[in-house]
C-alpha cells in the first residue's frame, strides 16, 4: 500500500502545507483579526468596543505590510502566503466596513463608497475563481496595494470618528449644540475636547468620509483594470 503523502512520516506531511514561518504567522494573526473587529462589539461597551476594535484593525493593519516585508527579506515566500495574504485583507476591510456602515446610522455618504468595495472585492474573487489556472493574469499591482492601505487609512479614520461620535453623544445627553455650551458654562455637563472651531468627531468622520471616496476610486479603477485582463478569456468560443 503507498504511503499517505500527508502522513506526518513522510516528511512531506500537513507541515509542507504550510510552514509556520514568522510572515506565514503574521499573515493567519490578520485574518483571525478580521472577525474580531466585529466581536468587540459584542463584548464591551462603547466607546471601548470602538477603541478596541480600532486598535485591532491597525495593528492587523500593519501586519499586512510587515508579512511582505520581512517574506521577501528573509525568502520566505510560500504559496499558503500568497494565498491568505489577499483573502486576510478582504476580510479585514469588509467586515470593518459593515460594522462602520451599521454604527454610522446607515449614512449614504458612507453606503455608496462602501458598496464600490464591496461590489468590486467580490467582483474580482469571482473572477478569479472562473479563470482557474489563469488566475495569475490578475496579479496584484502597485495601485490595487494603494488601494487596499487606502482602505484600511479611511477605515481606521472612519472608527476614531464613531467612537468620538459616541462619546460625543453621551456627554451632550440628548441636548442641543447650543444647550450643551450653556450647561457647559454653568459646570453642568462634562466639556468635549474641540478641534479647533468643531468637535473632533465632526473632523474625523469628515476626512474618513473623504478618504473612503478616494479608496472607493481607487478601488473602481483597479476592478476595471482586472476586468480588461480578464476580458479576452471570458468570450465564448466561436
Same mark, same amino acid.
Given at each position: 500500500?503507498? #504511503?499517505?503523502?500527508?502522513?506526518?512520516?513522510?516528511?512531506? !506531511?500537513?507541515?509542507? %502545507?504550510?510552514?509556520?514561518?514568522?510572515?506565514?504567522?503574521?499573515?493567519?494573526?490578520?485574518?483571525?483579526?478580521? #472577525?474580531?473587529?466585529?466581536?468587540? $462589539?459584542?463584548?464591551?461597551? *462603547?466607546?471601548?468596543?470602538?477603541? $478596541?476594535?480600532?486598535? %485591532? $484593525?491597525?495593528?492587523?493593519?500593519?501586519?499586512?505590510?510587515?508579512?511582505?516585508?520581512?517574506?521577501? /527579506?528573509? @525568502?520566505?515566500?510560500? @504559496?499558503? !502566503?500568497?494565498?491568505?495574504?489577499?483573502?486576510?485583507?478582504?476580510?479585514?476591510?469588509?467586515?470593518?466596513?459593515?460594522?462602520?456602515?451599521?454604527?454610522?446610522?446607515?449614512?449614504?455618504?458612507?453606503?455608496?463608497? +462602501?458598496?464600490?468595495?464591496?461590489? *468590486?472585492?467580490? $467582483?474580482?474573487? =469571482?473572477?478569479?475563481?472562473? /479563470?482557474?489556472? @489563469?488566475?495569475?493574469? /490578475? &496579479?496584484?499591482? &502597485?495601485?490595487?496595494?494603494?488601494?487596499?492601505?487606502?482602505?484600511?487609512?479611511?477605515?481606521?479614520?472612519?472608527?476614531?470618528?464613531?467612537?468620538?461620535?459616541?462619546?460625543?453623544?453621551?456627554?451632550?445627553? =440628548?441636548?442641543?449644540?447650543?444647550?450643551?455650551?450653556?450647561?457647559?458654562?454653568?459646570?453642568? +455637563?462634562? #466639556?468635549?475636547?474641540?478641534?479647533?472651531?468643531?468637535?473632533? +468627531?465632526?473632523?474625523?468622520?469628515?476626512? !474618513? %468620509?473623504?478618504?473612503?471616496?478616494?479608496?472607493?476610486?481607487?478601488?473602481?479603477?483597479?476592478?476595471?483594470?482586472?476586468?480588461? @485582463?480578464? %476580458? #479576452?478569456?471570458?468570450?465564448?468560443?466561436?
Amino acid at each position: 500500500m503507498p #504511503p499517505n503523502p500527508l502522513s506526518p512520516a513522510t516528511g512531506i !506531511g500537513y507541515q509542507s %502545507l504550510m510552514r509556520w514561518t514568522i510572515p506565514n504567522t503574521l499573515t493567519l494573526l490578520r485574518l483571525l483579526a478580521a #472577525p474580531g473587529v466585529a466581536v468587540m $462589539f459584542l463584548y464591551f461597551h *462603547r466607546p471601548w468596543a470602538d477603541w $478596541f476594535a480600532l486598535a %485591532l $484593525f491597525v495593528g492587523a493593519a500593519i501586519t499586512d505590510w510587515f508579512d511582505g516585508y520581512l517574506a521577501r /527579506l528573509w @525568502k520566505q515566500e510560500s @504559496k499558503f !502566503g500568497a494565498m491568505m495574504d489577499p483573502i486576510a485583507d478582504k476580510a479585514m476591510v469588509l467586515i470593518a466596513i459593515m460594522v462602520i456602515t451599521g454604527y454610522n446610522g446607515m449614512n449614504p455618504w458612507l453606503i455608496l463608497p +462602501a458598496t464600490v468595495i464591496m461590489f *468590486r472585492e467580490v $467582483f474580482v474573487s =469571482g473572477l478569479r475563481e472562473f /479563470l482557474g489556472a @489563469k488566475a495569475g493574469l /490578475l &496579479k496584484v499591482t &502597485k495601485l490595487a496595494k494603494w488601494k487596499t492601505t487606502a482602505q484600511m487609512v479611511a477605515i481606521a479614520t472612519l472608527f476614531l470618528g464613531t467612537g468620538l461620535e459616541y462619546q460625543m453623544g453621551v456627554a451632550m445627553q =440628548g441636548m442641543t449644540p447650543e444647550q450643551y455650551a450653556e450647561a457647559v458654562s454653568q459646570g453642568l +455637563a462634562d #466639556p468635549i475636547r474641540a478641534c479647533g472651531r468643531q468637535d473632533c +468627531a465632526s473632523y474625523a468622520n469628515m476626512v !474618513g %468620509l473623504v478618504l473612503i471616496w478616494i479608496a472607493a476610486a481607487l478601488t473602481a479603477v483597479t476592478g476595471w483594470e482586472y476586468f480588461t @485582463k480578464a %476580458l #479576452p478569456h471570458l468570450k465564448d468560443e466561436p
